[in-house]
Each structure stands twice: as structure tokens, then as C-alpha cells.
């Protein structure tokens, strides 16, 4: 009989089955990972909730990757390599290596010439952009998984491998700060302190960030900016009295860093309330950093930027330059990343205790981690 692996399997909206499906031979290129750890992400539940929005829709198959329904989720992952394809030189790709893997599809993968996006060097908008664990063969809410040997990144000693699991989400915070042009000494506003903006503000500690402001709601997040060195949490709903109009958040932040407005704001919340304040809350010439992924377009008035000169611009994902500047800052050990996690449970419980409580219990977890391949403890 074949060998056979379990997954997690996304069928569509509601729909997610935990099944055993069969193992995929490791073609020459390719490795094998043993998953210790895969989060989940805000897109998985997307997905759950509403999808198919990154997996190719019923009956039809991702045109770059040829995947169709079901497609195994997952692609924040860590693990160790069981199998090296014969074509795999790195030598620190070697059975045992511990990794973490960058899900994302560029050209390379497909092996096709580059698009513009990827020959400019940003393959991370490439036009046949895919993702293990959402439109590409595998994902890491598995027992393991096959990845081509250049997705790997090799985990040093130092950096374990729950961390490994969170390099994903790390990623996508080190690219905006990267994209956005932030440079030592400036100062910083972050709206909604969900996990990316959490990541945000814990790695702009690393970038030489003088002065960040938060604003969240929820008053775990809002503890958990406080601990990870937020000069400011602003609550936008309380904070200070508004006075003459001027929005709370806006006055705090101007307050906090004693100039007229910071740097750089980073939207991570992605409402017209949200928007309007990161415009306002930014110095003249100062950059504004849309994160977030948006339902609907909102209002803007150029005359906003155009009359104040500033940047108005925005990010997704990573490239593998992210990739290696976030290993140096954790091989530093500054950047205390495991506080992200709030709750790590075993495959078999990733429905119940893993989608369903980050959608039942939201408020409560910033980083859900499940753990397929559990240490088995021998009996006393
Ligand atoms: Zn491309």
C-alpha cells in the first residue's frame, strides 16, 4: 500500500476534513520536511470562513500550479528534512537540517522566465505568485510536506523551532518596514495590534525605531503591545478627550513623539476611520504604510498627500532577502518572537482547537501553533 500522510484538506467555505492522503515522492529538486509546527494564519480562516480566495475555485485549477480542490492549508511552517532529492547540492540541506519554509511560488519555482515583477527583483507581487498551503501542492497542517530545496531556510542553532514557525508571519512584518523606508531614530504608528502589527512593533525595535505608538482595542492585544516596549497604546475609542475635532489617535501619537506626527504609519486595520487617521498621524513628507488587505475601497483625497508631500504606499508579503535579514535579528536573540504564541495543540485537535478558537475566541490568541509530529514521551 502506498504511504499515506495526514492533512488538514480545505474543500471550500466550512468545509475543512482531517484525512490521510497520500505521501508525494520527492522529485530531484525537492525535499521532504517533517512539520513541527505550522500556524495559523488570518488567510486560512479567511478561507474557512469565505473562501475559496487564494485556493483555486470548485472544479477549476490554479493556472500557474495546476492544484485543484482539495488543497492541504498551511504555510507558516517549521520542521526537520527526512529526504534530499539527488539534484540538491546545499550542503546544509541535509537529512535532520532544521527549517523553516518560504511558502511563496515565484517564476523560479515554475521555472519559466521571469515576469517584470520578479526579473526587478520583487518576486513576491510575480504574476504567477503561489503559495504552499493555499494553491500550491502541500501545506504545512500536515505530518509533512515536499517543498522545492531554494523554499528551505536553514534555522540556526540558536532559533528553535517554533520560531521557525513563526518566520512567516516575522517575514511579512521585516518586508514592510523594509518597503517602507523606515530608518534608524524615526518614529513609528501601528493600527491594530493583531499579529502582523505585533510583529511590527517588536522588529522595529531591531530597526533602531526611537518612538512607537500603538493603537488597539482589545485589551489583550493592548497588554501584549505593553509588554513588547510600545512607548504609547492608544485606545481609539477612549485615550484623550478629542478636542477641536482632531482625532484621539492623531493627538496622542503627535503627543507622544513630540513632533508633528511620526515618520512612518503602518495601517494594519484597514478601515476608512483607520485611514483617515494614519493620513493625519504622519509628518509632513512622511510615509503612509497600508498592510492591510481591504473589502472595499475606501475615500481619499489626493490633495492630502499631494499638499503635504507625503508617501503614500503599501506591502505583501516577503522576498528572500526578508527572510535572511529577519534570521540575523532572531539569531541575535533581541526579538522575543515566542510571545506571539498563545496556544500550541496537536493536529488531530486543528479544527476544534485551532480554527474554530481563533474564530470563537479571537480576542484571546494572536498566534495559534499546531504540532503534527508531537514528541512521543515513553511511559513511566
Ligand atoms: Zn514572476
Redesign the pocket.
Known sequence: MAPTITALQYYGPKDVRLEQVPSRSCRPDEVRVQIAYCGICGSDIHEYLGGPIFSPPAGEKNPWTGERLPITLGHEMSGTIVEVGPSVSDPKLKIGARVAVNPAW??RHHGVD??T??SLGM?NI???YASYGLSAAGGGLASEIVVKHFACIPLPDSVSLKVGALMEPLAVAWHCIRISGFKEGQTALILGAGPIGLAILMLLRVWGAKRVVISELTASRKQMAKDLGASLVVDPTESVTPKNGIDPVVEATQAAVQADGVDVAFDCTGLQTTLDTVLAAVRPGGTIFNVAIHEKPLVLNLNDVTLTEKRLTGGICYTDIDFRGLIQALESGDVPAESLITSVAKLEDVIEKGLLELIRNKAAHVKILIQPNQVRLAKL
Open positions: 515565484n517564476d521571469p515576469c515583477a520578479c518576486p510575480c504574476k504567477r
